[in-house]
Nanobody
């Protein structure tokens, strides 16, 4: 069984910084692409950033230049460093990981975390 857990959400003032973490655990053979998504009340879940296993990264236009995604393959962990935070960054942030397990090595399945709340407010 595989588990994906996010952490690091908090209340922060506009202009502040925050670092989110997401770790996958369980019977993992390989973690492929990892993504951060976010969802605000009344809005659809949107992609924020993506990183491949080789650490090639992609960002949405709304966070480019302010957020940085990185990963630690040895610990199946992805990070999201968020700088110059704005009130519109307020959302629940979710981690998504594409994982091959020991039991099904030829399959790649998506796993979601439970989300972590980020609130940007003065």
């Amino acid at each position: 069984q595989v588990k994906v857990v996010e952490s690091g959400g908090a209340l922060v003032q506009p202009g502040g910084s925050l670092r989110l973490s997401c770790t996958a655990s369980g019977s993992i053979l390989s973690v492929h692409t990892m993504d951060w998504y976010r969802q605000s009340p009344g809005k659809q879940r949107e992609s924020v950033a993506r990183i491949t296993r080789d650490s090639i990264s992609y960002y949405s236009d709304s966070v480019k230049g302010r957020f940085t995604i990185s990963r630690d393959n040895a610990n199946n962990t992805v990070y999201l460093q968020m700088n110059s935070l704005k009130p519109e960054d307020t959302a629940v942030y979710y981690c998504n990981a594409e994982i091959s397990t020991i039991e099904t090595p030829m399959r790649v399945d998506e796993y979601w975390g439970q989300g972590t709340q980020v609130t940007v407010s003065s």
